[in-house]
């Protein structure tokens, strides 16, 4: 079984020609691990089921997903290069695990992070101003 590298990415490029580019590089870039992508609908069916008894959605990635990935994690920041509450959640846990940590940019450039600047996380209202612009919730 190859290791994996976690995918981190806002939820507002699921599903898009984005996503498409950004998955394709990443697999030739890295074609020696696995590529975990959390647009995945066993991904949206752990998080939900996560919720409740004391657990947050986000707890099943934590616990589930990151451990798995032994390769480490990349994400994709906004366009300014901030990251939204989940992703610099998810990136975070990786850095702590001693993982790998790479950022790409919507252009496809992949640089190495040695550290991760907490300067760059949004808070849980920034994040849905960015991903939810019309107000969906």
Same mark, same amino acid.
């Given at each position: ?15 898009? @020609?984005?996503?498409? !580019? ?19 609908? #066993? ?11 004391? @657990?947050?959605?986000?707890?099943? !990635? !934590? ?6 990935? #032994? ?6 920041? !906004? ?18 695990? #001693? ?11 992949? #640089? ?23 107000? @969906?919730?």
């Amino acid at each position: 079984m190859r290791d994996k590298i976690y995918f981190a990415h806002h939820i507002n490029i699921y599903n898009t @020609k984005e996503e498409e !580019f950004l998955e394709f590089i990443i697999e030739n870039h890295f074609s020696e691990f696995d590529i975990e992508n959390p647009n995945q609908k #066993k991904h949206s069916d752990g998080y939900r089921n996560y919720q409740g008894e004391g @657990k947050r959605g986000m707890d099943y !990635f !934590f616990e589930e997903v990151l451990p798995d990935c #032994k390769a480490g994690g990349i994400c994709h920041p !906004f366009e300014d290069g901030m990251l939204g509450k989940g992703v610099f959640a998810e990136m975070n846990w990786l850095y702590n695990a #001693k993982r790998n940590l790479w950022e790409i940019s919507s252009e496809g450039i992949i #640089k190495e992070l040695k550290e991760l600047d907490t300067s760059r996380e949004l808070s849980v209202e920034e994040t849905r101003k960015r991903v939810y612009p019309q107000g @969906k919730k």
